[in-house]
């Protein structure tokens, strides 16, 4: 389906590891397009985190990679620091709608 | 270095209509394509148009499309959203970002312009 379903929060403590998922359908993921990831921190605009097949632009550090199978794609991170907290969106290219999808949303909150 | 800036943005009644602009610098702004994203008031983000790097083509979500316009002014470095009709479901921030493609990532992105519709 044309959507792009995250869950709404997710938690971890510092130095632990948390993965956020994003699921998709037949027409973005598993049509073969790439899932980028953006990071929002609070009160600014997104910044993109990694792109593609684990592509991280310069400055963001490796402790943050990316999974995809199927019509479904993971965002990990470990080593997790207070400076991660963040709200954090997959996208995607749908060929029905001829146009972006964006999840939900995450909202990831560091204990 | 890459800069997107967005203007326009403010208060408008429905129904109204309300031009938003994008000034880019920093890259040659013909070789990409550009968008615009909006975030309702604490809620995600929308993708609302895209529009190729010499224009060609322009796709919108289903949610602004028939009343919004994106356009683009290549000699000038600009990028445009000619809204129309609109409601108050069009609230939100409004952002400029740049796209490598179809399927491509959005790599840089502007700080965003307010749009709040109300009467």
């Known amino acids: 389906q044309s959507v792009l379903t995250q869950p709404p929060s997710v938690s971890g403590a510092p130095g632990q590891r948390v993965t956020i998922s994003c699921t998709g359908g037949?027409?973005?993921?598993?049509?073969?397009?790439?899932v980028h990831w953006y990071q929002q921190l609070p009160g600014t605009a997104p910044k993109l985190l990694i792109y593609a097949n684990n592509n991280r632009p310069s400055g963001v550090p490796d402790r943050f990679s990316v999974s995809k199978s199927g019509t479904s794609a993971s965002l990990a991170i470990t080593g997790l620091q207070a400076e991660d907290e963040a709200d954090y969106y997959c996208?995607?290219?749908?060929?029905?709608?001829?146009?972006?999808?964006f999840g939900g949303g995450t909202k990831l909150t560091v204990l | 270095q890459v800069h997107l800036v967005e203007s326009g943005g403010g208060v408008v009644q429905p129904g109204k209509s309300l031009r938003l602009s994008c000034a880019a610098s920093?890259?040659?702004?013909?070789?990409?394509?550009m968008d615009w994203v909006r975030q309702a008031p604490g809620k995600g983000l929308e993708w609302v148009a895209s529009?190729?790097?010499?224009?060609?083509?322009?796709y919108y979500g289903d949610s602004v499309r028939g009343r919004f316009t994106i356009s683009r002014d290549n000699s000038k470095n600009m990028v445009y959203l000619q809204m129309n009709g609109l409601r108050g479901e069009d609230t939100g921030v409004y952002y400029c970002?740049?796209?490598?493609?179809?399927?491509?990532?959005?790599?840089?992105w502007g700080h965003g312009t307010l749009v709040t519709v109300s009467s």
């Open positions: 996208q995607s290219f749908d060929t029905s709608l001829t146009g972006w999808l």
């Open positions: 037949s027409s973005n993921i598993g049509a073969g397009y790439d």
């Open positions: 529009i190729w790097y010499d224009g060609s083509n322009k």
């Open positions: 970002a740049r796209d490598r493609g179809t399927g491509a990532q959005f790599d840089y």
């Open positions: 920093g890259f040659s702004f013909s070789a990409y394509g």
